[in-house]
């Protein structure tokens, strides 16, 4: 842990939230076929990020120093979850939500722990249905949820 790294990075994602939440409130607030308007999730995102960069910057002044050599940076793992995050938000409209949610999950499961595919299996199917039941079912919005051939 670097902790003036961390302060930093957590002003910034500080200043990042505030702006996805700020620029949310000029998108439309409601959707046609929709309760849930699009400017919801911006916004929820942005106070998610908020909180989490306040957390970061409170633990960044309580941790203490440390003089550990500095950690390698491991590429392949991000080079795996960067290149399946943007397969799947080019693949998303084409294999739906619940099957790309899924199948990203699964893949960035297995990059960050190998095996245990029982686990990965299970919480990233339940994610992905989970996420789909409330925003489609409960809040009434409206999204990907399977390809229209496999219907």
């Known amino acids: 842990m670097n902790k003036t790294f961390d302060r930093y990075a957590s002003f910034v994602f500080l200043l990042l939230g505030i702006g996805f939440m700020w620029q949310s409130a000029g998108i ?4 046609y076929g929709s309760t849930v308007g699009p400017n919801i999730f911006p916004f929820g995102l942005g106070a998610l990020l ?3 960069s ?3 910057f409170f633990e960044a002044l309580k ?3 440390s003089d550990r050599k500095r950690e390698k940076l491991d590429y392949r793992r991000f080079l795996i979850i960067f290149g399946t995050a943007f397969l799947y938000a080019y693949f998303l409209e084409v294999i739906g939500y619940v099957i790309g949610t899924f199948l990203f999950l699964l893949v960035g499961f297995q990059t960050l722990e190998k095996g245990k595919w029982v ?3 299970l ?3 339940a994610f992905s249905i989970g996420v789909y039941v409330i925003f489609v079912i409960l809040l009434e919005g409206t999204m990907p949820g399977f ?3 496999l219907s």
């Open 123 to 125: 919480i990233a199917a």
């Open 147 to 149: 390809p229209s051939w």
């Open 119 to 121: 686990k990965s299996i």
């Open 54 to 56: 306040v957390r970061l």
């Open 63 to 65: 941790a203490k120093s």
């Open 28 to 31: 439309s607030s409601s959707a």
């Open 50 to 52: 908020v909180l989490l």
